[in-house]
């Protein structure tokens, strides 16, 4: 070749001149999809816009973080809140500007508040002025600030800040918004009332002191709403909206003075009837309620749950409790108005139907609440030990879908055989001790003084165990044998018995698992405490005992129905609140065993995953 060093040269200029080309054949697709997730967005689409911002977020780039905080975004806006979790965790706000980090706060706030980790939200809040956001984000601010403090017990700051939100909302909003204010206020102990007849609540405070004396009918009460209405020219009160506050329509959850509580006599559900009516009736009788709603019992096992239903709102019942098969519950949405509200001692996936409200010991809410302790302790890679049954199979299901909702990763599983004493073989597979086995003895043929033991696998940080109390008493010793003592365990509460029993579940020390609150002295007192209701549940198999709780908060949760969505109800079963197609979610108490007791570490979702 005449000119080497020219070729060379050319060679080298051709190549940066491809690779320039294809940065910027890259760029520009970036851009584009960028421009269309925008526009998804601005219109609306923000299921559409999270997806392609997703696939954005999840490629390494100089704006990864920016597509980060706009997946988190429209995820929420687009009320995937589990989804943004992955996102959230890993975005870094510096590589933002001032607007989007004070935004972040926003975000993460609304976040927080769907798992009920109130004080973190408001914290996040906190770091925000109204005056720093534009008038939809405004909206958003002042409604987690009204929850967040709802949340906490603070209703004084609460309604403030409901009283902040109805100027920016919409007409037919703004009277919903000040609808709930008067509801609020008519709530609050009179004490609490009269503190606020000297604060920036006066007006509202002495509003509903006469709207009280209006329900008593005082003589002089309507002439003092018209007085304080010309008062208050400028309030956006009107006749017609205290009128519909004092005369409502239509109650979603009647006062109740009437009950139907529908359960099996006889089949297969009949000895977990027994338990819940038993619980039932221990709330029942302990209510210091002066004017008690009537029960009748009506026998769900041998009548069509249909003919049940009608023949109980015929009797008089304003609150049908039960039933408690799954298919009675699906029989009973085929009736076109369910007129007289239910409240199901079940929960059915994706059921719903207005004025049918679902509450049950779901394992959902158990492993949910696992998996977010797991990832709030820092796992992420995790094994997966399961019973080969069908219980097995149903709550891995769940763990799969709560576990990579979190962007977490179950690396392998293996099943074991309950029956079993010795699970030696699973465990092996589980850790890859079987190769580590297989490479050493290779290593021996040819060094035949090699000594050395087998390394358990070192791709995971945690193990999650699925199995009864017998089962995990053998499985973790076992697991310490085999070299995992410092590999965190986290449980399913089919693990506890329900009762403290040291000397059998010292084996259980170092397992995280999440429970109902009544079964520990430490968050659940008072005269329906699992301990001062003894003569109830000693007459029943222990695995029911949680069923007792049931029973306890199927009663005591009736007063609390309407206002469900909004304010938590600190039951036997755990913190309940009204979620999606009426289901009733439990947050529970998670413990440790230590010393072969359940060391009490809080409620998960008020403790946030989030920063």
């Known amino acids: 070749m005449k000119y080497p060093c020219l070729y060379l040269l050319i060679t080298l200029l051709i190549s940066l001149t491809t690779a320039c080309s294809k940065n910027l054949q890259k760029n520009n697709l970036t851009i584009q999809k960028t421009e269309t997730a925008d526009h998804l967005f601005n219109q609306g689409q923000f299921q559409e816009a999270a997806k392609i911002y997703q696939k954005l977020a999840d490629k390494k780039s100089p704006q990864q973080d920016l597509?980060?905080?706009?997946?988190i975004h429209a995820l929420i806006k687009s009320n995937d809140i589990p989804a943004t979790l992955i996102y959230a965790k890993n975005i870094s706000p510096s590589h933002l500007n001032q607007n989007q980090r004070l935004h972040l706060n926003l975000l993460f706030a609304q976040i927080n508040l769907h798992y009920h980790a109130a004080k973190k939200a408001l914290k996040q809040l906190a770091r925000l002025s109204p005056q720093q956001l534009n008038p939809e984000d405004q909206i958003t601010y002042q409604k987690c600030l009204s929850r967040g403090y709802s949340l906490t017990g603070q209703v004084v700051k609460s309604l403030r800040a409901q009283v902040a939100l109805a100027p920016l909302l919409s007409p037919t909003r703004q009277q919903q918004a000040l609808s709930s204010i008067l509801e609020t206020l008519q709530q609050l102990p009179i004490e609490k009332l009269n503190t606020l007849e000297s604060s920036d609540l006066s007006d509202w405070a002495s509003l509903a002191h006469i709207l009280r004396q209006t329900i008593r009918q005082t003589p002089d009460s309507e002439a003092r709403i018209t007085h304080w209405l010309e008062q208050h020219p400028e309030t956006p009160i009107t006749y017609e909206l205290l009128n519909t506050h004092l005369n409502p329509d239509k109650n979603p959850i009647p006062a109740t003075h009437a009950i139907a509580l529908i359960l099996p006599n006889s089949g297969p559900h009949h000895q977990q009837a027994k338990v819940i009516k038993a619980g039932f009736l221990a709330a029942y009788y302990n209510s210091k309620a002066t004017n008690k709603p009537t029960i009748q019992l009506y026998d769900s096992s041998k009548n069509d749950p249909k003919q049940l239903y009608h023949q109980a709102v015929k009797d008089g019942a304003d609150l049908i409790i039960g039933p408690l098969e799954k298919h009675n519950?699906?029989?009973?949405?085929?009736?076109?108005?369910?007129?007289?509200?239910?409240?199901?001692?079940?929960?059915?996936?994706?059921?719903?139907?207005?004025?049918?409200?679902?509450?049950?010991?779901s394992p959902v809410d158990d492993i949910f609440q696992l998996t977010m302790k797991a990832t709030q302790q820092g796992h992420n890679r995790t094994l997966l030990l399961k019973p080969d049954n069908t219980t097995g199979s149903r709550l891995e299901h769940y763990l799969d879908y709560f576990w990579s909702k979190q962007g977490q990763h179950i690396v392998d599983k293996q099943t074991y055989s309950p029956q079993k004493n010795d699970f030696s073989t699973p465990i092996q597979q589980l850790f890859n001790l079987n190769e580590s086995n297989s490479r050493i003895k290779k290593l021996q043929a040819f060094i035949p003084d090699l000594k050395t033991i087998a390394r358990r696998r070192q791709d995971i940080d945690a193990i999650f165990l699925i199995g009864q109390p017998r089962s995990a008493r053998l499985l973790k010793p076992q697991l310490q044998f085999y070299r995992a003592e410092k590999l965190p365990v986290y449980a399913t509460s089919q693990i506890y018995s329900g009762l403290p029993n040291p000397r059998q579940d010292n084996d259980l020390d170092g397992i995280t698992f999440c429970d109902i609150p009544w079964l520990f002295k430490q968050t659940y007192s008072g005269p329906l405490s699992l301990n001062n209701l003894k003569p109830y549940w000693q007459q029943f198999p222990q695995p029911y005992l949680r069923l007792v709780a049931l029973g306890i908060d199927a009663y005591q949760l009736i007063p609390h129905l309407k206002d469900l969505q909004k304010i938590l109800f600190k039951g036997a079963t755990g913190h309940l609140l009204l979620t999606k197609n009426n289901h009733i979610s439990r947050q529970l108490v998670c413990a440790k065993f230590h010393k072969g007791k359940p060391k009490i570490l809080g409620?998960?979702?008020?403790?946030?995953?989030?920063?």
């Open 67 to 71: 597509f980060r905080f706009k997946t």
């Open 603 to 611: 409620f998960t979702p008020h403790q946030a995953l989030l920063p």
């Open 329 to 361: 519950i699906l029989a009973l949405t085929e009736i076109k108005t369910l007129a007289t509200p239910v409240l199901a001692l079940n929960q059915i996936d994706n059921l719903a139907k207005k004025n049918l409200y679902q509450l049950s010991l």
